[in-house]
């Protein structure tokens, strides 16, 4: 029996999205929505929006169901606009489903339930941030228990993971990630993880890994990374076993668990800071409750021993903000060039894709977010002649993943992307070997500040041997020269951008000079 679905996808693949429905519901018809269409709406506007549609099953797809706040709000929505049954689910799985009558009688005491304890969890959290504060004043004057190193010499390290999102997805963070573990655990240090989720890409025989699951509790943002902060505090200081010589922390949102360890074990910090998440939260991510973030953000920095950045533009908001120099290292992002390089698969990957000897073949891999500039990309896309014979490959998924598809699907440009959605993360260099051309097309900050990135996929394109073409900004401008290792273009400039993707589909030497060029520098560096 055929059955009328709407699709809400708020994060993950989009793709894999579409085919989980059709396998478990065959003939149904499945109209897609965007977050994008959703996201700047009243809530009225929203239950008249997805009335008109008239779903029969209201589904919604996001990148992992346990990660999903507002679950309880999206049935009561749902329900409201007459669907008979709402699903909630993710692509590993997860699987959420109620009827509507379950759902409206269960609404209000759900509902009340979820803002008492966001209400407790926000009162909790401004008390032990008092109390943590106090405490690293104190410190100050004390000295902290340095370790000793195991009996070989060797650091025992605990990595804190207590970003509030999946770390599922390939790209930036999960690479990130995944370099540190690798680097250190090659130069003899012993490591332990504590994450609240999977890592893609993470070795488990190599590195021990403790996920603390995060509950889908919260009225708001703010208050489902607040509860879940708190509830991954606790479990994570207990979980850590001895004294670790000293406890590594990847700075999130809404988080002191790094900073709770470090004062119960008397042992250092070290701060991973890619940047301010007060300034995310302003511009890109919009949580609320930026005071109290601010407050996070203050006692992170004034606790760790050391602070990691990747770039001198955010060594420099660090002194602005009245960090002490002495404790900020400066690590530009790199690439593992033997893992990352040419002839590693990728003519067989552009069979399996039915890409033509003569096609040339422009790659994309990232999370599909703010500043990455795939929509600049997608229009781009539409932008190419119908008898250029230049393909496309997108690798990755996140919030504006459907707004690309719906992009390329206006332009008429469906067919020349080919959308492979998030893949395991060790099979990303492969994907990249297969491409003649790499694209980082990266767009300025929303209020003007000076871009501090540091994209890893960057170094990743370099070390593939591809040519490259990217955004004239920061130190992607500073890791690239122009005409030489890459072809830089004007940040968010459509036309550009296109110019420059028929410029290397036409020539192939430039092609292979400017990718010899860049593998070359990221050797070097």
């Keep these: 029996m055929s059955m009328k679905i709407v699709l809400l996808i708020l994060s993950g693949d989009p ?86 009558a379950s759902a409206l009688m269960k609404a209000p005491a759900r509902l009340v339930r979820e803002a008492a304890i966001s209400a407790a969890a926000l009162v909790r959290s401004r008390r032990q941030l008092t109390h943590l504060e106090a405490a690293i004043q104190t410190r ?13 010499g060797h650091p025992n390290i605990t990595y804190i993971r207590a970003s509030p999102g999946p770390g599922t997805q390939a790209g930036g963070a999960a690479s990130h990630m995944n370099g540190f573990v690798n680097a250190a655990t090659k130069l003899g240090a012993y490591l332990s993880l504590i994450s609240n989720d999977e890592i893609a890409g993470l070795d488990q025989e190599k590195v021990p890994l403790k996920i603390i699951w995060p509950r889908p509790v919260g009225s708001t943002r703010a208050a489902f990374d607040i509860y879940n902060n708190l509830l991954f505090t606790e479990r994570a200081i207990a979980e850590i076993e ?162 690309v598809e719906e992009i390329l699907r206006a332009g008429g440009a469906e067919q020349r992307a080919i959308i492979a959605g998030s893949v395991p993360h060790e099979r990303v260099a492969t994907l990249l070997d297969a491409c003649d051309v790499l694209v980082s097309p990266h767009i300025p900050l929303q209020d003007g500040s000076e871009f501090f990135g540091s994209p890893t996929k960057l170094f990743e394109y370099m070390a593939m041997g591809k040519a490259i073409i990217a955004s004239r900004l920061g130190q992607i401008a500073e890791a690239l020269t122009d005409e030489t290792s890459a072809l830089l273009v004007e940040p968010g400039n459509v036309q550009h951008l296109t110019q420059a993707l028929l410029r290397l589909g036409k020539s192939p030497d430039l092609r292979q000079r400017l990718g010899a060029a860049a593998r070359i520098e990221a050797i070097r560096n």
């Design 242 to 403: 001895g004294r670790p010589d000293f406890i590594y922390q990847r700075y999130s949102r809404f988080t002191f668990a790094g900073v709770a360890a470090s004062l119960k074990l008397r042992r250092p910090l070290f701060l991973e800071y890619n940047g301010s998440e007060v300034w995310v939260g302003r511009y890109w991510d919009h949580v609320g409750s930026l005071n109290v973030l601010a407050r996070y953000e203050r006692l992170n920095l004034k606790a760790a021993a050391y602070i990691f950045v990747v770039s001198e533009v955010v060594r420099q908001d660090l002194l602005r903000a009245g960090v002490d120099d002495d404790k900020i290292v400066v690590n530009p992002n790199g690439v593992d060039v033997e893992r990352f390089r040419p002839g590693i698969g990728g003519e067989r990957v552009r069979q399996e894709f039915g890409i033509a000897p003569d096609e040339t073949l422009v790659g994309f891999v990232g999370t599909f977010g703010p500043w990455h500039g795939v929509e600049t990309l997608a229009t781009a896309i539409t932008l190419i002649p119908q008898n250029e014979p230049v393909r496309f490959l997108l690798i990755g998924s996140g919030a504006l993943s459907a707004t």
């Design 15 to 100: 793709l894999a999205a579409r085919e989980i429905l059709k396998s478990r519901f065959h003939t149904s018809e499945v109209e897609t929505l965007t977050r994008a269409e959703v996201a700047n709406s009243t809530y009225s506007e929203r239950l008249r929006g997805l009335r008109a549609r008239a779903p029969e099953i209201f589904a919604v797809a996001t990148e992992r169901l346990v990660w999903q706040r507002g679950q309880n709000a999206l049935l009561l929505l749902s329900a409201l606009a007459g669907a008979g049954t709402t699903i909630i689910f993710d692509r590993h799985g997860a699987w959420r489903e109620e009827s509507r």
């Design 140 to 152: 100050s004057n004390r000295t902290i228990d340095s370790g000793t190193g195991t009996s070989d």
